[in-house]
């Protein structure tokens, strides 16, 4: 069976998973912030070490490619395409909301709920996606502005389970909603990362090394000095 070792990078949390074909076999996270570039690394050979599985035995990497934190997910496609160039493997990218909405999945099936994850996109916005309870895609990611108009655009009275560390901002929207269910402590993790790329595997579903990108959906924002003065 095929090995697929998958990183995500795109909060927060990092975390690293081994699946062997789709099962899962080890599963690291921690929950810390800004400590990738340094952990990253060590957290990957760790999983390796107590599964005892060499590099060179891995048959695909897999990452999570956004959207979500710039520098996360430029530290997590880099570590991915440097082992997959060194390995002479092939790269999956996995869409974070995507991941997200299938660690959802056994929630939102007891009552056949939509699934809307969604980041932070800073200031009013929330990167978000809908998908149905099996974890099929309905409406495509894209950036958000949080207003009152937002859950009836969104969701069309529909129940839906929202998730993911974008819904602190919407949670005074959402409330008057009540067949909107907000799930705390969601995160998009390697596993389910890992879980879908297995299925990418099988349908040979690969990235391009050369040209590959993290998925930032808007661009780097830098405030100007003038616009930090409030001029």
């Known amino acids: 069976m095929p090995l697929i070792l998958s990183i995500e990078t795109a909060t927060p949390v990092c975390s690293v998973a081994i699946h062997r074909g789709s099962r899962l076999v080890a599963?690291?996270?921690f929950h810390v912030d800004k400590v990738h570039a340094t952990a990253l690394t060590p957290t990957i050979e760790f999983v390796l070490q107590q599964c005892g599985i060499r590099k060179q035995e891995l048959s695909a990497v897999a990452v999570s490619k956004g959207?979500?934190?710039?520098?996360?997910?430029?530290?997590?496609?880099?570590?991915?395409?440097?082992?997959?160039?060194?390995?002479?493997?092939?790269?999956?990218?996995?869409?974070?909301?995507?991941?997200?909405?299938?660690?959802?999945?056994?929630?939102?099936?007891?009552?056949?709920?939509?699934?809307?994850?969604?980041?932070?996109?800073?200031?009013?916005?929330v990167y978000c996606a809908l998908f149905d309870a099996s974890g099929r895609r309905l409406a495509p990611t894209q950036a958000v502005v949080v207003d009152e108009s937002f859950p009836d655009a969104m969701f069309a009275g529909r129940n839906?389970?929202?998730?993911?560390?974008?819904?602190?901002k919407c949670k005074p929207i959402l409330q008057p909603f009540r067949n909107t269910y907000v799930a705390d402590a969601v995160y998009p993790l390697a596993k389910t990362v890992g879980a879908l790329a297995a299925l990418r595997l099988e349908q040979r579903q690969f990235e391009n090394l050369v040209d590959f990108e993290p998925y930032y959906l808007k661009e780097f924002f830098k405030p100007t000095k003038s616009a930090e003065d409030g001029k």
């Open 67 to 125: 959207p979500g934190s710039y520098t996360g997910l430029r530290i997590g496609v880099a570590v991915a395409k440097g082992l997959c160039f060194t390995l002479g493997i092939p790269l999956i990218g996995v869409e974070t909301l995507e991941a997200m909405a299938l660690g959802v999945v056994p929630l939102a099936a007891r009552d056949n709920s939509l699934i809307c994850p969604m980041l932070d996109a800073r200031r009013m916005e």
């Open 160 to 168: 839906v389970i929202c998730c993911g560390d974008g819904v602190d």
């Open 27 to 29: 599963h690291a996270e």
